[in-house]
């Protein structure tokens, strides 16, 4: 008979309906209590939010839009604090049509609000602290710090670093680049820094490829005259037409080191260019440093970064450049249950100047490119790849790809609506035994999202599941090696996007249940725990997509007359104060 999911699972909450409404929810015995809100001050200097202000200078200070991943980074540095810290979150995008009056999208706004735009994206780095069982934002603090595409100089590291392909008009060195864009998700490294991703770059640039030396490459990315943005309208640097070089300043992982706010932001050519959704990063028991990182995008692949250089626990400093140099493997999975990691290394098999790659800068600068000749599996889009330092496994969220005619062995299922997760098992041993630096893994699938209810979804969960999950996107590690799925898209089947929660070994693998439900229009990212796993904060993004500043489907979360709907991060805690689902 079918085991009931009380007995099965360890977690110890009780799922909440996955009903749509107005606000968010969180299972019982839980608050969640809104952290930090779009256009609350982050620098000591921010003024008060203003609805519907355009203020690019303002906003510059402010905690930006569409917060996703979250890191929380103990204070004292190197301390397992979980009541003090960092919180590094970022913004990945903007919805003019929410932030403004008389808008439907993002076209129509004018050059200043093209420039608040700009402030409201990139990255926000704030100290909080919890008193009285309450998360608060610290203000004044020295580590507050805002990083945007209007002002954050940045350089470029790795073998792309100089190369005549990222020369342009403001920076003919070809290392340097002002800010980030579309930072989804990210990771944390053992010496202390965060990793943000640069996602959906191409959206930003608009003119006509083909007048530039690059076509190939930009017509990969998806580069086209059809901007997402006015911002080509107004600045040169997004047209290509006149900044011929610049999209190939974007598409990188950047690593920050949040604990010196007047640190340099460095993108790290050697993880690859494309458009990656994270890069999460595992110490190996010989403390070689293996980050995996998922390009979002239908039919695209997954990689693997194995740096040259190994962690030295003692000497922080030593550590710094790590990630500027390594080898970039991209997954090719079998038939037998194997999946290979193939290295993108400039002169083996076809990344030769035969095919246009005249040495590792344009290995890195086509990373998809590279990957198409060597053969790896189109996948149905990857969002964050995480490995499970418990069990030593690594999982793979797979959000959907509506657009698949064919199946493959890792993605069974055509017109994949609801997503999947993979489970990889390298070599070794659990935990940390496990060989992340291993050519060769094992794959198995953990889940086939969709609704049991109906067969046509062809779903897959354990018979209990007490949720069904939709588009799985981010996803979190609890100490006791459980995972937490964020979802981004379930709405389009009538389900809230929130979290949800499984065990991944034992009588309830693969048991979900849910836990939190975000309010209308809003997907749920950033899942990140303390390191006693008493709080969870998660990141509210895009609260009333699909309606307008004039008439939003909900306020969330202030509900005030006039308040605009703000995306905000949330801290979840147990009102006993314990550890979460324990
Ligand atoms: Fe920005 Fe792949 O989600
Ligand atoms: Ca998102
Ligand atoms: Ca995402
Ligand atoms: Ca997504």
Not at 24 to 45: T, W
Not at 171 to 185: E, K, S
Not at 358 to 375: C, F, H, P, W
């Amino acid at each position: 008979g079918v085991v009931r999911a009380q007995d099965a699972s360890t977690l110890t909450f009780k799922s909440i309906p996955q009903k749509i409404t107005k606000t968010h929810a969180v299972a019982d015995g839980y608050d969640a209590n809104i952290l930090i809100r779009y256009g609350d001050k982050v620098v000591a200097d921010a003024p008060a939010f203003v609805p519907g202000a355009v203020d690019a200078v303002s906003q510059n200070k402010q905690f930006g839009y569409n917060n996703d991943f979250i890191a929380f980074m103990p204070l004292p540095i190197g301390s397992d604090s979980s009541d003090h810290g960092l919180l590094c979150v970022n913004h990945e995008y903007t919805n003019a049509e929410l932030m403004w009056p008389g808008l439907k999208d993002a076209m129509g706004v004018s050059q200043e609000q093209a420039l608040h735009e700009i402030a409201a994206h990139g990255h926000s780095v704030v100290e909080v602290k919890k008193t009285g069982g309450t998360w608060q934002v610290v203000d004044g603090s020295k580590y507050a710090r805002r990083i945007s595409a209007l002002d954050t100089e940045m350089v470029i590291t790795g073998a792309v670093a100089g190369h005549d392909r990222l020369k342009t008009s403001s920076d003919p060195t070809g290392t340097r680049v002002i800010g980030t864009l579309n930072n989804c998700a990210g990771g944390k490294t053992p010496w202390g820094t965060i990793l943000i991703a640069e996602e959906n770059f191409n959206g930003y640039f608009g003119g006509d490829i083909s007048k530039t030396n690059e076509e190939r490459n930009y017509k990969r990315l998806g580069i086209s005259t059809d901007s997402w943005y006015s911002w080509v309208k107004y600045f040169d640097r997004f047209n290509v037409e006149k900044e011929p070089n610049e999209p190939n300043k974007f598409g990188w992982m950047v690593e920050i080191d949040p604990y010196d706010p007047t640190s340099t932001p460095k993108k790290r050519s050697a993880l690859g260019r494309f458009k990656h959704e994270g890069a999460t990063v595992i110490l190996n028991k010989d403390n070689s440093v293996v980050a995996y990182s998922g390009d979002d995008q239908r039919f695209d692949y997954l990689y693997k970064f194995v740096a040259s250089k190994k962690f030295n626990p003692n000497d922080r400093a030593a550590n710094m450049d790590i990630l500027e140099d390594g080898t970039l493997y991209v997954a090719k999975f079998n038939e037998d249950g194997s999946v290979n990691w193939m290295p993108l290394v400039h002169g083996d098999g076809p990344l030769t100047a035969q095919n246009d790659f005249n040495s590792q800068a344009d290995v890195l600068i086509e990373t998809r490119r590279a990957a198409d000749l060597l053969g790896a599996t189109q996948m149905d889009r990857p969002e964050d790849v995480e490995p499970n330092p418990v069990n030593g496994k690594v999982y793979v969220m797979l959000t959907n790809n509506s657009k698949r005619k064919e199946a493959n062995i890792v993605n069974p299922r055509v017109e994949n609506i609801h997503g999947h997760v993979l489970e990889l098992t390298p070599p070794g041993g659990t935990g940390k035994d496990a060989d992340h630096t291993a050519d060769t893994f094992t794959w198995d699938i953990f889940l086939l999202g969709g609704n049991p209810a109906n067969s046509d979804d062809k779903s897959s969960y354990h018979p209990g599941a007490e949720s069904w999950v939709s588009c799985p996107d981010n996803m979190a590690v609890d100490h006791k090696g459980r995972l937490w799925i964020s979802t981004d898209g379930a709405p389009k089947s009538d389900i809230p996007d929130g979290m949800h929660a499984t065990d991944v070994s034992g009588a309830g693998r693969a048991l979900t249940k849910f836990f939190f439900a975000c309010p209308e229009g809003a997907e749920m990212c950033g899942p990140e725990f303390t390191p006693d796993g008493t709080t969870l904060f998660v990141a509210v993004q895009h609260p009333a997509d699909g309606s307008t500043f004039d008439a939003p489907s909900t306020r969330w979360p202030d509900f005030a007359d006039g308040m605009p709907p703000r995306p905000s991060v949330v801290a979840i805690t147990k009102q006993d104060g314990g550890e979460i689902a324990s």
